[in-house]
């Protein structure tokens, strides 16, 4: 559906990271639920964007990252079981926290036509909430699903999501609300 895009953000990750256990334990039922709102998009011909940290390898490129974070050996490597990247599918890796600091996910989104963005992934509190800041400055639409993003406490999460609603008027209805006009 044109004007619309969802936005994966940091889910290809191997959560090699001290609190990175803690964060797969909220990560991966949200993962599962991106997933299947993955799908109902797909059907309307809403794109996907994976918004991905490069972890500051500067000569890799998304393929790499997902096969890295998808090894055996690496913790985050459920959450690229469930939201393994598809053929028609697009992606930015991002140097900071927000998807559009220094990244070309603004040319694309306008090239896609998006006026309203679909933003999940982790962390809620840290790159979604940078990530939706930004949005929300270039003049973005925001839904925020409460059900498909994470954070490593229950505390952040309940509190960026209540920043969110309040400074940046994102919808945080769960996915199964988000009706697309």
Known sequence: MKGHALLIIDMINALDFPEGGKLLGSALPAARRIARLKQRL???RVPTVYVNDNYG??????????????????????????????????????????GFRDTPLRMLLEDLGARTLILTGIALDVCVFATATDAAMHGFKLHVPSDCVASETPGRRTASLKLLRDSLQADTRPWRAITLR
């Open 57 to 98: 390898q500067w000569r890799s490129d998304f393929k790499q990252v997902v096969a890295r974070c998808a090894d055996a050996g690496s913790l985050g490597a459920p959450l690229v079981e469930v939201l393994h990247p598809e053929g028609g599918d697009y992606f930015v890796l991002k140097p900071e926290r927000s």
């Open 42 to 44: 797909k059907a309307q």
